[in-house]
């Protein structure tokens, strides 16, 4: 860490980077003298350390550290999270941070509560700005609809399915990444080949149904449709699994690397009597789809 170059950070957990946290990052490029932006995050997530129903990753870290760098042109800063690091005092908490940055400016938003227990708040961190010569910027919280902007109120959107809710919270349609793993082929046989990807237990996913998506490929965006659930139709596995036809496309897509967009949900995913039946309906979803994205 170059300590030459005096630095601002943006200090939260940022799971989302919904436009609650893009505020406090803007605010953060607004009081720095040079652009040396950190946003300064816990890895893991510290409720996966300190509870036993910890509540599921909206952004995984890899797709954070994409739209960190990317997208806002900040640098990401990961602090590992364990029970040495539950335990510092807000005054540790900071020299710890001071032994890894020259830092200038703290931007944190207006619920922001850090040291053992989350016992130290907002005022505390002036203060401890003022005693270690940093200035401490407080972002009041962002509301929409009335309500604040939050991960966990995007998380309930998903839950229920309302993916276009939770794409105006996140200022961007809601999204899976992955590597397509193969699947058993069902899909193609009846002209609706899919990209599989798997799911990840920690990770949030919409509620199961089928969606009308974008799937984004080298780059290039593809209208598609998209199930998440277990295909009762054709299997008996019970393994949540991510499947996306991409309307007019041939090519193989097992080991590439894909990214699904949801915008909107069309219906519960179903178990049909025959693939006769499971066809006829893709049929549909993909004339609903297609309406919707075209």
Request: glycine share 8%.
């Amino acid at each position: 860490m170059n300590k030459k170059n005096k630095s601002t950070l943006a200090l939260g957990n940022f799971d989302g980077l919904h436009l609650g946290h893009r505020k406090i990052i803007k605010k953060a490029f607004e009081v720095s003298q040079n652009g040396n932006v950190y946003v300064c995050s816990f890895e893991p997530h510290p409720l996966r350390v300190l509870t036993d129903n910890p509540p599921k990753i909206l952004t995984p870290t890899e797709e954070k550290v994409r739209i960190i760098e990317q997208e806002f042109g900040a640098k990401y800063y990961a602090m590992k999270f364990d029970k040495k690091m539950a335990v510092l005092t807000g005054e540790e908490f900071i020299q710890k941070l001071l032994s890894q940055f020259d830092i200038d400016n703290v931007v944190v938003g207006a619920n922001y509560y850090f040291g053992n227990k989350a016992s130290y708040s907002t005022k505390d961190l002036k203060r401890l700005g003022r005693e270690h010569s940093f200035n401490v910027y407080v972002v009041k919280e962002l509301k929409i609809g009335g309500k604040v902007v939050s991960s966990t109120r995007i998380r309930q959107n998903l839950d229920s399915g309302n993916v276009s809710v939770a794409a105006k919270l996140l200022g961007r349609e809601f999204c899976v990444s992955g590597t397509c793993s193969q699947g058993k082929g069902v899909g193609k046989s009846i002209g609706y080949a899919t990209a599989n990807l798997e799911t990840e237990p920690f990770n949030q996913y919409p509620k199961q149904g089928v969606y009308a998506t974008r799937t984004i490929l080298d780059g290039k965006s593809y209208p598609s449709m998209t199930n998440v659930g277990y295909n009762p139709t054709v299997t008996k596995e019970h393994r949540r699994m991510i499947e996306t036809n991409i309307f007019d496309f041939e090519e193989v897509l097992y080991g590439r690397e894909i990214c699904v967009q949801f915008v909107k949900r069309i219906r519960d995913e179903e178990k049909f009597s025959s693939l006769e039946e499971l066809k006829n309906q893709l049929a549909l979803d993909e004339k609903h789809a297609r309406d919707i994205l075209i």
